[in-house]
C-alpha cells in the first residue's frame, strides 16, 4: 500500500542536495532542466528502441544507469543519485522534479489564476505550494495522471513528474473523488474522439504485410509510449508519431479504430484537443497521400 510522504522544508544548497534529502523523506527524485521538463534519452534509449524501463505503461527491459525516460527513472536511493552516469545532469539540472505517484501523493497542477479561483471554490482545502504563474494542490493519495482535465489544470500522479518549490502550507488532505472524476470525465471526451476517423485499406485486400499482429501491437504500443513521454513540443510529436504509424500501417488496412483510439487518448492525455488529433491525423494522412 502507497503511503504519502511526510515533507519538511528544507534550505537548497544545490540541486543535488536538496535532491538526496528529499530522497532521504521517500520522495522519488529527478533532475530536470531550466526549462521544467526532463533531461533527454541517451542513444541507446533513443526512441524508445530499449524497450522502456520495467515501471512504464508499457513494461520494457530497460536498466539504463542514466536519468533516461523521465519520471520512470525517479529515484530514492542516493547511490543512483550520486553515481558518475547521473552527474552531468546534475551538473546541468535548473530544478529538482519528483514523482507524485511514487510518493503517494497527487498533484493538481493549476497553471494561472483563473484554475486557482476554480480549485479554490471547487475542492476540497490542502497543501498548496506557490507557483510561477498558479498553485499546485497535493492530495494524499495516487491516480491516474491526466493532462487539460479543465483549463489551466493538469493532474500528475502516477506516471508523471512534478517540480519541487518547496514543502508548501496547510494540511495534506485526503485524495478527493472530485478530483478522480475530473480524470475520468476527460477520459470519457477522449474515447469519443477517433469514432469520426477513418483511414483507408489498400485495394489488394487491406491485410497487414508486416511481420505479425505482434508487430502492429508493439508499435501501437511505442507510439503511445512517445507521446506520453514527451515533455515539449507535445504537437509536433503528435504529429511526427501518426505521421510515423500511418506511414507503416496506413495503406495496409490493419490499423483499427481500437488502435487509432488509443492513439488519441495518449495524446489528449497530454492536453491536446479532439481537435488537433483530428486535425493531426488528417494532416499526416494527407501528406502520405493517403
Not at 543535488?16 to 533527454?40: D, E, I, N, T, W
Not at 475520468?184 to 471526451?189: A, D, I, M, P, Y
Not at 507535445?234 to 490499423?255: E, I, P, Q
Amino acid at each position: 500500500m502507497t503511503h504519502a510522504i511526510r515533507i519538511q522544508r528544507e534550505a537548497r544548497t544545490g540541486h543535488l542536495a536538496l535532491a538526496l534529502h528529499l530522497a532521504s523523506l521517500g520522495l522519488p527524485v529527478l533532475p530536470l532542466r531550466a526549462g521544467k521538463g526532463p533531461f533527454g534519452n541517451c542513444r541507446t534509449c533513443a526512441d524508445n528502441a530499449c524497450g522502456g524501463r520495467p515501471n512504464m505503461k508499457t513494461p520494457g527491459p530497460c536498466v539504463c544507469p542514466r536519468p533516461c525516460h523521465a519520471w520512470a527513472a525517479a529515484t530514492a536511493d542516493p547511490a543512483v543519485l550520486t553515481s558518475s552516469a547521473w552527474a552531468t545532469t546534475w551538473r546541468d539540472a535548473g530544478v529538482v522534479g519528483y514523482h507524485p505517484g511514487g510518493a503517494g501523493v497527487t498533484v493538481v497542477d493549476l497553471d494561472d489564476a483563473d484554475a486557482v479561483a476554480w480549485a479554490r471554490a471547487t475542492l476540497p482545502p490542502t497543501r498548496t505550494v506557490a507557483t510561477t504563474r498558479g498553485e499546485h494542490w497535493i492530495y494524499s493519495g495516487t491516480m491516474r495522471s491526466v493532462n487539460g482535465v479543465r483549463a489551466g489544470a493538469d493532474i500528475k500522479s502516477l506516471m508523471s513528474y512534478a517540480r519541487w518549490l518547496g514543502p508548501g502550507t496547510g494540511d495534506l488532505a485526503d485524495l478527493p473523488d472530485v478530483v478522480r472524476a475530473l480524470a475520468e470525465k476527460k477520459t470519457s471526451t477522449a474515447r469519443l474522439a477517433p469514432r469520426s476517423v477513418t483511414v483507408p485499406a489498400l485495394a489488394g485486400g487491406g491485410e497487414c504485410r508486416h511481420r505479425s499482429p505482434a508487430y502492429l501491437e508493439r508499435g501501437i504500443a511505442m507510439a503511445e509510449q512517445r507521446i506520453t513521454d514527451a515533455t515539449s513540443g507535445v504537437h509536433a510529436t503528435v504529429y511526427r508519431t501518426f505521421l510515423a504509424v500511418l506511414s507503416a500501417h496506413g495503406r495496409c488496412g490493419c490499423l483499427t479504430e481500437a488502435h487509432i483510439g488509443r492513439l488519441f487518448t495518449a495524446a489528449q492525455a497530454k492536453g491536446e484537443s479532439p481537435r488537433h488529433c483530428t486535425d493531426a491525423w488528417s494532416n499526416a494522412a494527407t501528406t502520405l497521400g493517403l
